[in-house]
C-alpha cells in the first residue's frame, strides 16, 4: 500500500494509529510505499518504521503527468546519505528498497538519473562532476561552459522539491497559465526557484546551442528549459492584466498590452513545442488508434481529451494532470483565459461577478472535450531560432 496518507493528515495519522491500523496485516503480506518523501519528509521515523512492515523510500516528484522544469538535486542527495548513515537504525530494519513513484515520465530527466544514481553512489561524484558525467552521457559531448550552465540551471530550476504552485489555492495546474481562470492570482506568491538565473542560463543554453545542434536530447531540453521560463512570463503577464482590468480605467490599457503579450507568447510557445514527441495531437492519435471501431474511438480520444483537462470535475482536481503540450497552450489554456480577461474587461469599471463566468468556462470546457477537432502535431523548421525568437520577444515593450 502506498503510505503517503500517513503524510497528508499527520494530525490524524499518530505512530499509535499507524501501528493500530497495520497491526492485524502479517508482516510478510505487506509493503508498505514510503513515496512521499519530498513532499512529506520523515514520515517513516514518525511511522517508527511502519510498525515493522517492509517498506521501499521513495520519492513521487511528479503528479499528474504535469511537466513544469522543477527538481531538487540537493535534497535528493543530502536525504539519501542521511537515510544510508541510518541503516543500523532499529526504525529501518524492515527497510527494503530505494524509487521514485513519479504519476508521469518523459519530463525532468535530469532529475530521475540524478536520484537513481544516488543509490548505487551514494552521492560520492560531487555535483559538478556529476553534472559533467550527465552531460556527457546525454549530449555525447561536454564543454566547460555547459556544465557551468548547467550549474546555473540546477541553482534556478532544479533546486524546488516541490512545486508549489501547481496546488495554488488548492487548484490543480502545472502553471498559473493551466488553471482554470480566476481573478485571485493577482495574490500569487510567485514561483519558486530563482527566475534571474533561470533567465540566465537559459540564455546561455541558446547561445551554446549550435555546437549541439546534431543531439536531439540537448535541443528537447533547450525548449523545455526555455518553455518553462516563458510559461513564468506568461503567468506574470496575466497577473498584471487581471490587476489592469480590475483597476479600470485608470490602467485598462495596462490590462489590453499584457493581455496581447500573452497571446502573442502562448502562440509563439505553442509553435516551438512541437519539438517534442508529446503533444495534444499525438496523445489524441494514440487514443484513437486504441480502438477497433469507430464508436470506441471516439470515446478513447473524449476519454484522452478530458483526462489532461477536465478530469477533475468541479472539484480541486480539474486540470490536475495539466500538460505543457502543443495544442494545449493554443486550443485549450488560451481560449479560457481570453473569455476571462473578455468578462473581466466588460464589467469593469463595475464589480465583477467571478462565478457566472467560472461556471460559462466550465461549459466551454466541456463543449471542447465534446467537439470533434482534429489537431496535428507541427515541427519547428529550425528550433533553435525559435528559441532565439522567443527569448528576444521577452525583451520587447
Same mark, same amino acid.
Given at each position: 500500500?502506498?503510505?503517503?496518507? &500517513?503524510?497528508a493528515d499527520?494530525?490524524f495519522?499518530?505512530a499509535?494509529a499507524i501501528?493500530?491500523?497495520?497491526?492485524?496485516?502479517?508482516?510478510? #503480506?505487506?509493503m508498505?510505499?514510503?513515496?512521499g518523501?519530498?513532499?512529506?519528509?520523515d514520515?517513516?521515523?514518525k511511522? #517508527?518504521?511502519f510498525?515493522g512492515?517492509?517498506?521501499i523510500?521513495?520519492?513521487?516528484?511528479?503528479?499528474?503527468?504535469?511537466?513544469p522544469?522543477?527538481?531538487d538535486?540537493?535534497y535528493?542527495r $543530502?536525504?539519501?546519505?542521511?537515510?544510508?548513515?541510518l541503516?543500523?537504525?532499529?526504525d529501518?530494519?524492515a527497510?527494503?528498497?530505494?524509487?521514485?513513484?513519479?504519476e508521469?515520465?518523459n519530463n525532468?530527466s535530469i532529475v530521475?538519473?540524478?536520484?537513481?544514481?544516488?543509490a548505487?553512489?551514494?552521492?560520492?561524484?560531487?555535483?559538478? $562532476?556529476?553534472?559533467?558525467?550527465y552531460?556527457?552521457?546525454?549530449?555525447?559531448?561536454?564543454?566547460p561552459d555547459?556544465?557551468?550552465?548547467?550549474?546555473q540551471?540546477?541553482?534556478?530550476?532544479?533546486?524546488? #522539491?516541490?512545486?508549489t504552485?501547481r496546488?495554488?489555492?488548492?487548484?490543480?495546474? $502545472?502553471?498559473l &497559465?493551466c488553471?482554470?481562470?480566476?481573478?485571485?492570482?493577482v495574490?500569487?506568491e510567485?514561483?519558486?526557484?530563482d527566475?534571474?538565473?533561470?533567465?540566465a542560463? +537559459?540564455r546561455?543554453?541558446?547561445?551554446?546551442?549550435p555546437q !549541439?545542434?546534431?543531439?536531439?536530447?540537448? +535541443?528537447?531540453?533547450?525548449v523545455?528549459?526555455?518553455?518553462?521560463l516563458?510559461s513564468?512570463?506568461i503567468d506574470?503577464l496575466?497577473?498584471?492584466? +487581471?490587476?489592469?482590468y480590475?483597476?479600470?480605467?485608470v490602467?485598462a490599457p495596462?490590462?489590453?498590452?499584457?493581455?496581447?503579450?500573452?497571446?502573442?507568447?502562448?502562440?509563439?510557445?505553442?509553435?516551438?513545442?512541437?519539438v517534442?514527441a508529446?503533444?495534444?495531437?499525438?496523445?489524441?492519435?494514440? $487514443?484513437?488508434a486504441?480502438?477497433?471501431?469507430?464508436a470506441?474511438?471516439r470515446?478513447y480520444?473524449l476519454?484522452?481529451?478530458?483526462?489532461?483537462?477536465i478530469?477533475?470535475?468541479q472539484g480541486?482536481?480539474?486540470?490536475y494532470?495539466?500538460?505543457?503540450?502543443?495544442?494545449?497552450y493554443?486550443?485549450?489554456?488560451?481560449?479560457?483565459?481570453?473569455? !476571462?480577461?473578455?468578462a473581466?474587461?466588460?464589467?469593469?469599471?463595475?464589480?465583477?461577478?467571478?462565478?457566472?463566468v467560472?461556471?460559462?468556462?466550465?461549459?466551454?470546457?466541456?463543449?471542447?472535450?465534446?467537439?470533434d477537432?482534429?489537431? +496535428?502535431?507541427?515541427?519547428?523548421?529550425?528550433?533553435?531560432?525559435?528559441?532565439?525568437?522567443?527569448?528576444a520577444?521577452?525583451e520587447?515593450?
Amino acid at each position: 500500500m502506498q503510505g503517503w496518507l &500517513f503524510g497528508a493528515d499527520q494530525a490524524f495519522w499518530t505512530a499509535g494509529a499507524i501501528a493500530a491500523y497495520l497491526s492485524q496485516v502479517p508482516d510478510d #503480506r505487506l509493503m508498505i510505499l514510503d513515496i512521499g518523501n519530498d513532499r512529506y519528509p520523515d514520515i517513516w521515523r514518525k511511522a #517508527r518504521g511502519f510498525a515493522g512492515k517492509p517498506w521501499i523510500y521513495g520519492y513521487v516528484h511528479n503528479y499528474g503527468a504535469s511537466n513544469p522544469v522543477y527538481g531538487d538535486l540537493g535534497y535528493y542527495r $543530502a536525504d539519501l546519505a542521511a537515510l544510508t548513515a541510518l541503516t543500523a537504525s532499529p526504525d529501518t530494519k524492515a527497510l527494503a528498497g530505494f524509487g521514485l513513484f513519479p504519476e508521469g515520465l518523459n519530463n525532468n530527466s535530469i532529475v530521475y538519473e540524478a536520484a537513481y544514481d544516488l543509490a548505487w553512489n551514494a552521492g560520492g561524484a560531487s555535483q559538478g $562532476a556529476w553534472l559533467a558525467t550527465y552531460a556527457r552521457s546525454r549530449y555525447g559531448r561536454t564543454t566547460p561552459d555547459l556544465e557551468a550552465t548547467l550549474g546555473q540551471l540546477r541553482e534556478a530550476a532544479y533546486s524546488t #522539491r516541490y512545486w508549489t504552485p501547481r496546488w495554488w489555492r488548492n487548484k490543480a495546474g $502545472a502553471y498559473l &497559465f493551466c488553471k482554470r481562470p480566476t481573478a485571485a492570482i493577482v495574490e500569487f506568491e510567485g514561483h519558486p526557484g530563482d527566475r534571474i538565473k533561470l533567465t540566465a542560463a +537559459v540564455r546561455e543554453l541558446a547561445r551554446l546551442a549550435p555546437q !549541439f545542434a546534431d543531439q536531439s536530447l540537448f +535541443v528537447i531540453d533547450l525548449v523545455d528549459a526555455a518553455r518553462h521560463l516563458v510559461s513564468e512570463e506568461i503567468d506574470l503577464l496575466l497577473i498584471q492584466a +487581471v490587476a489592469g482590468y480590475r483597476h479600470r480605467p485608470v490602467t485598462a490599457p495596462a490590462g489590453d498590452r499584457n493581455r496581447r503579450k500573452v497571446e502573442d507568447l502562448a502562440l509563439a510557445l505553442d509553435a516551438l513545442m512541437g519539438v517534442r514527441a508529446e503533444t495534444l495531437a499525438t496523445w489524441i492519435d494514440e $487514443a484513437r488508434a486504441y480502438a477497433d471501431n469507430p464508436a470506441d474511438a471516439r470515446a478513447y480520444v473524449l476519454n484522452a481529451k478530458a483526462q489532461v483537462t477536465i478530469w477533475g470535475g468541479q472539484g480541486n482536481l480539474n486540470d490536475y494532470a495539466s500538460k505543457a503540450w502543443q495544442g494545449l497552450y493554443r486550443d485549450f489554456y488560451l481560449p479560457r483565459w481570453m473569455k !476571462f480577461l473578455d468578462a473581466l474587461r466588460d464589467a469593469a469599471p463595475g464589480p465583477f461577478d467571478e462565478g457566472p463566468v467560472v461556471r460559462d468556462i466550465a461549459a466551454w470546457e466541456q463543449a471542447w472535450v465534446e467537439a470533434d477537432t482534429a489537431y +496535428v502535431r507541427t515541427r519547428p523548421a529550425d528550433p533553435i531560432a525559435s528559441v532565439r525568437a522567443l527569448l528576444a520577444r521577452l525583451e520587447q515593450p
